[in-house]
């Protein structure tokens, strides 16, 4: 399953970033969905027989892509849609982001525990279903409001420059 993922990330992805880059963003959020799928998997049985795999898998997730996820959004995208954010929903999703950062910690020691085998502290399945649902509303909130703002306001060049920076930072 590792593979499979590994695999559609790649290679389809790259090509979208280029293209479309609204879209990568997008097709990412996708992607974390079904990931949050799995966290919320892991933590409700983190001896499960498929845990052991799903939390290295969720431990590179949350150390490399969503990091570079977050910078995507906010060094690259929400500089360019600041001018058009007639309702302050970009600072509320930036702070959502330092959330998370902190949260992510906790998540992260349990995860740790469950890809060797071992029971997380107690506190881990609390922390892991809350972090689930809260990124839940916060892609739920870039989904329904920001990627069709970026749509609507982006121009081609500003669409350049965002796919540009966005493929530096994964050279
Ligand atoms: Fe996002
Ligand atoms: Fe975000």
């Known amino acids: 399953m590792a593979s499979d993922l590994a695999r559609a990330r790649v290679a389809p992805l790259q090509a ?3 293209d479309d880059p609204v879209g990568f963003l997008s097709a990412e959020h996708a992607r974390q969905t079904v990931l949050l799928g799995h966290l919320e998997r892991v933590a409700r049985a983190p001896l499960g027989r498929a845990a052991r795999g799903l939390a290295a898998m969720l431990l590179d997730w949350l150390a490399a892509e969503l990091p570079l996820h977050i910078e995507d959004e906010e060094r690259s995208l929400h500089p360019r849609l600041a ?11 930036q702070a959502q982001h330092r959330e998370d950062r902190r949260d992510i910690r906790a998540v992260q020691d ?5 890809a060797d085998g ?20 916060h892609l739920a909130l870039e989904e329904s409001a920001v990627m069709p703002l970026a ?21």
């Open 151 to 171: 749509r609507r306001v982006l121009t081609p060049e500003a669409l350049a420059a965002l796919a540009d920076e966005m493929a530096r930072r994964r050279s």
């Open 118 to 137: 071992e029971a997380p502290d107690p506190g881990f399945a609390a922390a892991a279903l809350a972090f689930a649902a809260g990124h839940r509303r």
């Open 83 to 93: 001018a058009h954010d007639t309702t302050g929903l970009l600072p509320g999703l």
């Open 110 to 114: 349990g995860l740790r525990r469950a």
């Open 16 to 18: 979208l970033l280029l």
